[in-house]
């Protein structure tokens, strides 16, 4: 009979992706069969599932550790946020339509059931299933109608075990506050705790532990100390931007333009981890670094409202200070669609604005059309002459002139464009620095040595590691107990 646990959170961000992908490859590395999964995820990093649709980037990675094709029944539900107040809805990989926060509130008990239908699939051939919360099930005033934490767990009756993230504070606060506010209900759910990204000597929080379990009767299932591994990792959502600092280690930089909408800019980690190179995060408010290398401009969910907003902070001017001082410049999808002539809206797929003048470094045009593409593909660049391998999740059709310089073939048919002297680029293409070849390659052009690293192999050894620090550290027999 197959097993379930799940992961909840004091709140965001406290690390429940990691966890879940390092248990993942952890039991996988065991022997035993396991599924992920993820009923209800926000984010505009998304990723092409294997049968076909999109999933949150966070499934895709615990499919990765669990060794299996990633699915779109391990997150039936997610959510891309398109402004300050609603978001497109993604139901079994396919886009049902947007909502804003009130409506979208309206929607979930009948989504419940698409949520109850895909975990039904996934537990079916597996030996456990671990799955992720979202945000915290302390936050009861979204109780009702719930798919993400209690409302999932009650229904398909999944015990829950409560995260804990001392690095921000608070711990057992949030730990005691949780239990206190939970309702009866909810709170036999709960099969204990553990604590993540602890720093120095875990015993020191003895005494914490068994503060926590005397209010509160959980027992705990560890302390995990801070993994460093876990930034080798793609990031689930933007909140991970926040953190990054602009640090300079003597590298060639790399300006990345940071939007509210920013998508997949998981496509960067590949460049982060290089030691030749300084990837700068600019942020609202901030400058282009003058002696930047290149800019990148990653993929966005709202092309037009983040072309104006780029335009608002003064973006564009520098950006053409950087190209006519011999810079190079690469936009990826919606970044791709940004550096055309104009960005058309017809039917008004993103918003109310139809249309807006691009920054005029391609000459395309784009024109956003209601069909999405979402496809994994094998490709190649004809610029650099090496394989690539990617995905594509987007809306829209670009063409213009600088199109007959194709910046990819995508399963053999032209992608994206290259200017006239070669030092400006756009694609469809994500994940194109993956590829070692073409990173070495690109970056070569910038005058960085790189040894052409494959990023997945990376990705693959700081699962490992991080599920050996888990071995280490938590009560994992404990936690197959728990699991029913």
Same mark, same amino acid.
């Given at each position: 009979?197959? !097993?379930?646990?799940?992961?909840?959170?004091?709140?965001?961000?406290?690390?429940?992706?990691?966890?879940? *992908?390092?248990?993942?490859?952890?039991?996988?590395?065991?022997?035993?069969?396991? !599924?992920?999964? @993820?009923?209800?995820?926000?984010?505009?990093?998304?990723?092409?599932?294997?049968?076909? +649709?999109?999933?949150?980037?966070?499934?895709?990675?615990?499919?990765? &550790?669990?060794?299996?094709?990633?699915?779109?029944?391990?997150?039936?539900?997610?959510?891309?946020?398109?402004?300050?107040?609603?978001?497109? /809805?993604?139901?079994?990989?396919?886009?049902?339509?947007?909502?804003?926060?009130?409506?979208?509130?309206?929607? @979930?008990?009948?989504?419940?059931?698409?949520? %109850?239908?895909?975990?039904?699939?996934?537990? #079916?051939?597996?030996?456990?299933?671990?799955?992720?919360?979202?945000?915290?099930?302390?936050?009861?005033? %979204?109780?009702?109608?719930?798919? $993400?934490?209690?409302?999932?767990a009650t229904a398909a009756d999944v015990p829950v075990i409560?995260?804990?993230?001392?690095?921000?504070?608070?711990?057992? $606060?949030?730990?005691?506050?949780?239990? &206190?506010?939970?309702?009866?209900?909810?709170?036999?759910?709960? *099969?204990?705790?553990?604590?993540?990204?602890?720093?120095?000597?875990?015993?020191?929080?003895?005494?914490?532990?068994?503060?926590?379990?005397?209010?509160?009767?959980?027992?705990?299932?560890?302390?995990?100390?801070?993994?460093?591994? #876990?930034?080798?990792?793609?990031?689930?959502?933007? /909140? &991970?931007?926040?953190?990054?600092?602009?640090?300079?280690?003597? =590298? $060639?930089?790399?300006?990345?333009?940071?939007?509210?909408?920013?998508?997949?800019?998981?496509?960067?980690?590949?460049?982060?981890?290089?030691?030749?190179?300084?990837?700068?995060?600019?942020? $609202?408010?901030?400058?282009?670094?003058?002696?930047? *290398? *290149?800019?990148?401009?990653? =993929?966005?969910?709202?092309?037009?409202?983040?072309?104006? !907003?780029?335009?608002?902070?003064?973006?564009?001017?520098?950006?053409?200070?950087?190209?006519?001082?011999?810079?190079?410049?690469?936009?990826?999808?919606?970044?791709?669609?940004?550096? =055309? @002539?104009?960005?058309?809206?017809?039917?008004?797929?993103?918003?109310?604005?139809?249309?807006?003048?691009?920054?005029?470094?391609?000459?395309?045009?784009?024109?956003?059309?209601?069909?999405?593409?979402?496809?994994?593909?094998?490709?190649?660049?004809?610029?650099?002459?090496?394989?690539?391998?990617?995905?594509?999740?987007?809306?829209?059709?670009?063409?213009?002139?600088?199109?007959?310089?194709?910046?990819?073939?995508?399963?053999?048919?032209?992608?994206? #464009?290259?200017?006239?002297?070669?030092?400006?680029?756009?694609?469809?293409?994500? +994940?194109?620095?993956?590829?070692?070849?073409?990173?070495?390659?690109?970056?070569?052009?910038l005058g960085v040595v790189s040894d052409g690293g494959d990023?997945?192999?990376?990705?693959?050894?700081?699962?490992?590691?991080?599920?050996?620090e888990m071995e280490r550290h938590l009560d994992v027999e #404990?936690?197959?107990?728990? &699991?029913?």
């Amino acid at each position: 009979m197959t !097993r379930a646990i799940m992961f909840q959170g004091t709140g965001s961000d406290v690390g429940k992706t990691v966890l879940v *992908a390092g248990l993942c490859r952890l039991l996988t590395n065991r022997g035993l069969s396991v !599924r992920p999964f @993820k009923p209800q995820n926000m984010s505009n990093n998304a990723a092409v599932a294997e049968d076909g +649709g999109e999933i949150g980037r966070a499934q895709w990675l615990q499919a990765l &550790a669990c060794r299996v094709p990633p699915s779109v029944d391990m997150n039936p539900v997610l959510l891309k946020p398109q402004s300050e107040t609603g978001s497109q /809805v993604v139901v079994h990989g396919r886009v049902r339509g947007a909502a804003r926060g009130r409506d979208y509130q309206k929607l @979930k008990p009948e989504l419940l059931g698409a949520v %109850l239908e895909s975990y039904e699939r996934i537990r #079916a051939g597996a030996d456990v299933v671990i799955a992720e919360g979202a945000g915290s099930p302390a936050e009861v005033n %979204l109780r009702a109608g719930d798919i $993400a934490n209690m409302g999932f767990a009650t229904a398909a009756d999944v015990p829950v075990i409560l995260v804990g993230d001392i690095d921000r504070g608070g711990v057992i $606060a949030s730990l005691v506050g949780t239990h &206190a506010i939970l309702p009866e209900t909810d709170r036999a759910m709960i *099969a204990g705790f553990l604590i993540n990204k602890f720093r120095g000597d875990v015993s020191l929080f003895d005494d914490g532990l068994t503060a926590i379990t005397r209010h509160t009767g959980w027992r705990s299932f560890g302390v995990l100390p801070w993994l460093k591994q #876990a930034g080798r990792l793609p990031a689930e959502d933007s /909140v &991970a931007l926040e953190r990054m600092a602009a640090i300079s280690g003597g =590298g $060639a930089k790399i300006a990345v333009p940071i939007l509210d909408r920013v998508a997949n800019f998981d496509d960067l980690d590949p460049l982060v981890g290089e030691p030749g190179v300084d990837v700068v995060m600019v942020r $609202a408010g901030e400058r282009i670094p003058a002696d930047a *290398a *290149a800019i990148v401009i990653p =993929g966005s969910k709202s092309t037009i409202a983040d072309l104006i !907003r780029f335009r608002e902070n003064g973006w564009h001017r520098e950006i053409s200070a950087h190209v006519a001082r011999g810079g190079q410049v690469v936009g990826v999808c919606g970044g791709y669609q940004m550096l =055309g @002539k104009q960005v058309r809206d017809p039917l008004g797929i993103e918003g109310d604005i139809r249309e807006t003048e691009g920054l005029g470094l391609l000459d395309v045009v784009t024109e956003m059309a209601p069909e999405k593409r979402v496809e994994t593909v094998s490709a190649r660049s004809p610029v650099f002459g090496v394989d690539l391998t990617g995905y594509e999740i987007h809306l829209g059709v670009t063409a213009g002139p600088d199109c007959a310089r194709p910046a990819a073939l995508i399963d053999g048919k032209p992608d994206g #464009a290259v200017s006239a002297d070669g030092r400006i680029f756009g694609t469809y293409l994500h +994940g194109l620095f993956d590829s070692g070849a073409f990173r070495a390659a690109w970056l070569d052009s910038l005058g960085v040595v790189s040894d052409g690293g494959d990023h997945r192999s990376r990705v693959e050894a700081a699962l490992d590691e991080i599920a050996g620090e888990m071995e280490r550290h938590l009560d994992v027999e #404990a936690i197959l107990q728990a &699991a029913r």
